[in-house]
């Protein structure tokens, strides 16, 4: 019989669309609203790993941080959900495709018996950070951490370590912050299939831009781009 799970809380730390844009623009187009949608996406493939866990889980977006640097906000989240109860924490950012619901159930198992989770990604950073209540109560700040750096992970692992904190680390995946990361996540297909689908027909306009002939039909070309079936690879 399924039995709810109290004790750990999983959030997602997130900006908003509007500002995953403004930093990250990932699309060879510029239309504005398809890149909104695509964020969007992702961050709803979060929740929807979220709630196939089915562990209690917050979203703390930009307008509910608090803090003037990253560091401070992230701190902050953590102590805001620490402070309604939980015993572990695991924070994880929208942009890590490969970051499934077994993840973050295997997450959950290793701060069963550590203090400590980290998950690695390829670019030195980290996509997702566990801790357990007695660990945070250590933390006087992540000041020590160069946040939004390729030092990340070397940077956590070392100021956990001084804290005498045991730690457990997940597998390396991949964060998506440029137009080549995101190429790289679509064609090896990291998403979700269903993410991966909305992506085949939001994605088209990646395709690069071919000549059309002057007699073209513009819903011939919404069908060809939007009722076909995806290419092997998009070339961005």
């Known amino acids: 019989m399924f039995r709810p799970k109290l004790h750990t809380a999983l959030v997602l730390f997130t900006r908003t669309s509007a500002e995953e844009v403004a930093i990250k623009p990932l699309l060879h187009w510029e239309g504005y609203g398809m890149q909104i949608k695509v964020f969007e996406e992702f961050i709803a493939e979060k929740k929807r790993a979220f709630a196939k866990t089915h562990l209690p889980y917050f979203v703390i977006a930009t307008p509910e941080q608090k803090g003037n640097s990253f560091g401070e906000r992230l701190y902050q989240a953590f102590a805001s959900i620490f402070a309604q109860g939980y015993n572990r924490v695991i924070v994880v950012g929208n942009d890590c495709p490969e970051l499934k619901a077994p993840d973050l159930l295997k997450s959950e198992q290793l701060l069963q018996n550590n203090e400590v989770v980290l998950g690695p990604d390829t670019s030195g950073g980290i996509y997702l950070l566990g801790l357990t209540?007695?660990?945070?109560?250590?933390?006087?700040?992540?000041?020590?951490?160069?946040w939004q750096t390729s030092q990340v992970y070397k940077d956590c692992?070392?100021?956990?370590?001084?804290?005498?904190?045991?730690?457990?680390?997940?597998?390396?995946?991949?964060n998506i912050n440029t137009k080549q990361e995101l190429k790289v996540a679509f064609n090896r297909k990291f998403f979700s299939s269903q993410l991966h689908r909305v992506l085949s027909?939001?994605?088209?306009?990646?395709?690069?831009?071919?000549?059309v002939p002057f007699f073209y039909n513009p819903q011939l070309i919404h069908t060809v781009f939007f009722f076909r079936g995806p290419p092997v690879q998009y070339h961005f």
Request: hydrophobic share 50%; charged share 20%.
């Open 157 to 174: 692992k070392a100021f956990l370590a001084q804290l005498n904190l045991s730690q457990a680390t997940l597998s390396v995946y991949h």
């Open 201 to 211: 027909c939001l994605l088209a306009v990646l395709i690069k831009p071919v000549r």
């Open 133 to 146: 209540k007695e660990a945070f109560s250590k933390i006087k700040s992540f000041d020590q951490v160069r």
